[in-house]
């Protein structure tokens, strides 16, 4: 089992930046990806950024060059900050780990809302 706690949403200006953390515990080592998911109402969840092994990033085309994903060494964090948000990355945004034998995890959410 792997546990995953977000924490940092809120509102935000347009233009303003955010830093989400996702403290994950359980186990770890089974642990081979984690990622960024987003959700709107209406919307089917979708992937926002993921990080492999540590240095292996993908991003959506949404948010490239805005947002960066990225893990502590120890493998139990993992941030994405957030640079430049437009009000349509307003989302309940999850933190999400795969495992090697293929077990998703997710977190309970964060709400982002970015308005003036």
């Known amino acids: 089992q792997v546990q995953l706690v977000e924490a940092g949403g809120g509102l935000v200006q347009p233009g303003g930046s955010l830093r989400l953390s996702c403290v994950a515990s359980?186990?770890?080592?089974?642990?081979?990806?984690m990622a960024w998911y987003r959700q709107t109402p209406g919307k089917e969840r979708e992937l926002v950024a993921s990080?492999?092994?540590?240095?292996?990033?993908n991003y959506a085309d949404s948010v490239k060059g805005r947002f960066t994903i990225s893990r502590d060494t120890a493998k139990t964090i993992l941030w994405l900050k957030m640079t430049s948000l437009k009000p349509e990355d307003t989302a309940v945004y999850y933190c999400?780990?795969?495992?090697?034998?293929?077990?998703?995890?997710w977190g309970q959410g964060t709400q982002v809302t970015v308005s003036s």
């Open positions: 999400n780990a795969v495992t090697y034998d293929d077990n998703q995890y």
């Open positions: 990080i492999r092994g540590g240095r292996d990033t």
């Open positions: 359980g186990r770890l080592f089974h642990v081979y990806v």
